[in-house]
């Protein structure tokens, strides 16, 4: 597949999982979430420390999230991003996008030895998606 092709089947989701979402609204784990919002697309944040984010309930885990989200983002930490991989995909999620920064060599590998459509080659969420600051 091309990388316009994987971005397609990744944004083909009903809903998505925004793994390492942020109540700052300048970090990039807010962003992200906002970015899907302004796309009218179904986001849940998933972030065990806080009840909700942008007014939407979290998720405490990549586990606890429902079973329409079939891709997620990750604005984690590299050893975050190898640590969460795997249950990812144990959930089912068959779409992952590495917001450049959260790439582990690693968890790439393993995504594609799973067969999961995996975006880790620098492409941005906020760029693709046309992302706008309110």
């Not at 009840?51 to 405490?60: T, V």
Request: aromatic residues 4%; contains cysteine.
């Amino acid at each position: 597949m091309t990388i316009q092709e994987q971005i397609e089947q990744f944004l083909a989701s009903p809903a998505f999982g925004v793994v390492g979402a942020s109540t700052n609204r300048h970090k990039y784990g807010n962003k992200v979430l906002r970015c899907y919002l302004q796309n009218n697309k179904k986001a849940i944040p998933v972030n065990p420390n806080e009840p909700e984010i942008e007014g939407i309930p979290c998720a405490a885990t990549i586990s606890d999230l429902p079973s329409d989200v079939d891709s997620i983002s990750m604005i984690t930490p590299p050893a975050v991003t190898a640590m969460l991989v795997p249950l990812a995909i144990e959930k089912g999620i068959k779409n992952i996008w590495m917001q450049p920064g959260a790439e582990h060599p690693e968890a790439v590998k393993l995504c594609r030895d799973q067969g999961i459509n995996v975006i880790a080659d620098g492409s941005c969420l906020l760029v693709v998606m046309g992302y706008h600051e309110h």
